[in-house]
């Protein structure tokens, strides 16, 4: 399952992920992964909370390496029930254009492997258009 927090640069949505993800963790049996630009969000997270920093993979330059990336992190821990993505346009230089099969992406890894994606988009709903209809809009 995929869920989406959508609006412009400054909206609250970061703030929205970190609250949702330190209330998950507190109802979780599996683990909980926040994947983040920078180091910037380490601390405002609740410790149990696994925080990926972009940055120090700088390797990864497309959606394609970031989905590799992603399985990477799945094989890792099998008892992942979450997985927080925020400001994917800011990442591996994933554009708008990109967004769609990403997304329909991140549905399948979920599907497959009972996970959940929260993704936060800094963009408008309308730019996006139909690529986030089948998808729940948080924000």
Known sequence: MVKLIVGQKGTG????MIALANERIGKSDGSIVFINKNHRLMYDLKYMIRVVCMEDYEEITNSDEYIG??????S???DIEAIFID????HADVSTEDIPEFLD????????YEIEFIVSLS???????DAISRFEVLS
């Open 105 to 112: 992406r991140l549905s399948s890894i979920g599907e497959k």
């Open 69 to 74: 990336f992603i399985f990477g992190i799945i």
């Open 76 to 78: 890792s821990d099998h």
């Open 87 to 90: 400001s994917i346009l800011k």
């Open 123 to 129: 963009a408008q709903q309308e730019e996006l258009g």
């Open 13 to 16: 949505k970061t703030k929205k």
